[in-house]
């Protein structure tokens, strides 16, 4: 979904749309070069895993659309990994959400991934810093 389509869906209670791109790092956690990114996931666990996240932020933010694209399989450095759009009545709660949305999928979305790099493969877990920024929203 691009941005476009995702405003066409929007009605007239949205006052503020926010979008988030994240993109693959060519750099590592060790600092190594990484010439891919491989993220295995299970179908129907991990888009399930991606709308509740994705419920849950309309509901606790009065979220008048919400919409986040997740990709899998390999990505190379600077292409997109995920996408995820809020609206909402106002700006912050926009914002917001979108922050909300992005601690949650680097924490809790059912994929497993793999650095591929000139050291070999790397099995990659959520940090202690992504962690902390999920214990900010309990």
Not at 9 to 32: E, H, K, P
Not at 73 to 91: F, K, L, N, T
Request: without cysteine.
């Amino acid at each position: 979904m691009e941005l476009a389509a995702f405003e066409q869906r929007l009605d007239q209670g949205a006052g503020g749309v926010v979008t988030f791109t994240g993109l693959a790092r060519g750099l590592g956690i060790g600092g190594a070069a990484i010439q891919s990114l491989f993220l295995q996931h299970h179908p129907r666990l991990t888009q399930r895993s991606l709308e509740d996240t994705t419920a849950a932020a309309v509901q606790r933010f009065g979220l008048t659309a919400a919409e986040v694209v997740h990709r899998a399989g390999e990505i190379a450095p600077g292409e997109a990994i995920v996408w995820v759009a809020a609206a909402a009545p106002h700006r912050r709660a926009a914002f917001e959400a979108v922050d909300y949305l992005m601690d949650r999928l680097k924490t809790e979305a059912v994929f497993w991934k793999r650095e591929d790099g000139t050291g070999g493969p790397t099995w990659i877990e959520p940090t202690e810093t992504d962690h902390q920024s999920r214990s900010r929203w309990e």
